[in-house]
Nanobody, 124 residues
Framework: VQLQASGGGLVQAGGSLRLSCVAS????????MGWFRQAPGKEREFVAG????????YYADSVKGRFTISRDNAKNTVYLQMNSLKPEDTAIYYC??????????????????WGQGTLVTVSS
């Protein structure tokens, strides 16, 4: 599976962005999907996860109520809608796919496939 993330950019605090991640291959619907982020000088951290069916979501406390993860299996795409953005949300955002049928899994090293990352910058 190859993942291609897009949608990052520069936005003012309080604004919104929607990230997209398109997957190649026919098995997208069998993967749990996650969004992670990595700020300068920090470790990569879990942001949001979505089960393969799309029926179950999980969020980091720092984004709960502001971010929404969703997927369209017909389009092999997972989204991350980010609202009420804060300067501390500034990071490179990565999408990832997990083959193992356990959900949620929050540790980056457990994910099998990664997108290239898209930069989100939130100005104050």
């Amino acid at each position: 599976v190859q993942l291609q993330a897009s949608g990052g950019g520069l936005v003012q605090a309080g604004g919104s962005l929607r990230l997209s991640c398109v997957a190649s291959g026919r098995t997208f619907s069998s993967y749990h999907m996650g969004w992670f982020r990595q700020a300068p000088g920090k470790e990569r951290e879990f942001v949001a996860g979505l089960s393969s069916s799309g029926g179950t979501t999980y969020y980091a406390d720092s984004v709960k109520g502001r971010f929404t993860i969703s997927r369209d299996n017909a389009k092999n795409t997972v989204y991350l809608q980010m609202n009420s953005l804060k300067p501390e949300d500034t990071a490179i955002y990565y999408c990832a796919a997990d083959k193992v049928p356990l959900f949620p899994r929050l540790t980056p090293v457990l994910y099998d496939y990664w997108g290239q990352g898209t930069l989100v910058t939130v100005s104050s």
